[in-house]
């Protein structure tokens, strides 16, 4: 165990003899993986927590009235900021408002109906549900954008296995342990940004080390197919905003 934990802080630490130890390893890929949902169990466990004990504390009638006060003084403040309005949009406003404020209670009504399992139980079933299919998506996730970032890697003369790219490339889950902090108000979220961003740091490493590359190939192989995906995503959304507007102009 201990072993493992000094291989993962050099790993975290972008040292390259770790990297290239975890590459020849003829488990590299089952490792790899195992640590990966390891990670993400435990970046969730906070997250989870969190969530279970907001599920089960009841909303109440005054809890739910200073949420809608305080919705309303952000929507005066928005208003203040916004050009003067004509009758109509004042009056859409106001339906805006009025509907937002039935569905909210009728959400607190919903929240309080009786349920067959007790309300710790059928919520804490959830949140553990949550925490699992969370890790689940992770392996997912990261499992299909690696299937073009070794793609990209080989087209720039990568030549490393895909056993050892897949373990490898597994490691970024290790900085994203920050993500256990991401409850907290203001730091959580930063401290989540930066295993992020340390996370694909550690992504990059493992591209160069397991295919062989520089470091500007590895660089490229990593951003190359979100660049791609984003580009794609915004000539559809371009393309679906014309078909609305064409649609609309007919209509």
């Known amino acids: 165990m201990n072993a493992l934990l000094i291989s993962l802080r050099d790993i975290a630490l972008l040292r390259t003899p770790a990297y290239e130890q975890a590459r020849d390893r003829k488990d590299a890929m089952r490792r790899g993986v195992l640590i990966l949902l390891a990670c993400f169990l435990l970046a969730g466990i906070g997250a989870s927590i969190n969530r279970y004990i907001v599920a089960v504390r009841p909303t109440g009638m005054e809890e739910m009235d200073l949420f809608r006060e305080e919705f309303q003084r952000n929507m005066e403040l928005w208003q203040q900021t916004m050009p003067q309005q004509d009758g109509p949009?004042?009056?859409?406003?106001?339906?805006?408002?009025?509907?937002?404020?039935?569905?909210?209670?009728?959400?607190?009504?919903?929240?309080?109906?009786?349920?067959?399992?007790?309300?710790?139980?059928?919520?804490?079933?959830?949140?553990?549900?949550?925490?699992?299919?969370?890790?689940?998506?992770?392996?997912?996730?990261?499992?299909?954008?690696?299937?073009?970032?070794?793609?990209?890697?080989?087209?720039?003369?990568?030549?490393?296995?895909?056993?050892?790219?897949?373990?490898?490339?597994?490691?970024?889950?290790?900085?994203?342990?920050?993500?256990?902090?991401?409850?907290?108000?203001?730091?959580?979220?930063?401290?989540?940004?930066?295993?992020?961003?340390?996370?694909?740091?550690?992504?990059?490493?493992?591209?160069?080390?397991?295919?062989?590359?520089?470091?500007?190939?590895?660089?490229l192989a990593t951003i190359l197919p979100a660049v791609i995906l984003a580009v794609i995503l915004m000539i559809a959304a371009f393309m679906g905003l014309l078909a609305i507007l064409a649609m609309a102009s007919q209509g």
């Open 89 to 219: 949009s004042q009056l859409f406003m106001d339906q805006f408002l009025e509907t937002f404020e039935s569905g909210f209670r009728i959400g607190v009504a919903v929240d309080e109906l009786a349920t067959p399992l007790p309300r710790g139980l059928a919520r804490g079933s959830a949140a553990l549900g949550g925490w699992v299919t969370g890790a689940l998506g992770h392996l997912g996730g990261w499992l299909a954008y690696a299937v073009w970032v070794l793609l990209f890697a080989k087209l720039m003369g990568g030549n490393g296995g895909v056993d050892r790219f897949l373990g490898l490339t597994a490691l970024f889950a290790v900085p994203n342990l920050l993500g256990f902090f991401s409850f907290i108000p203001c730091l959580g979220p930063f401290l989540a940004l930066i295993g992020w961003l340390w996370g694909v740091a550690v992504y990059v490493k493992a591209v160069q080390v397991s295919q062989r590359l520089e470091l500007g190939q590895a660089i």
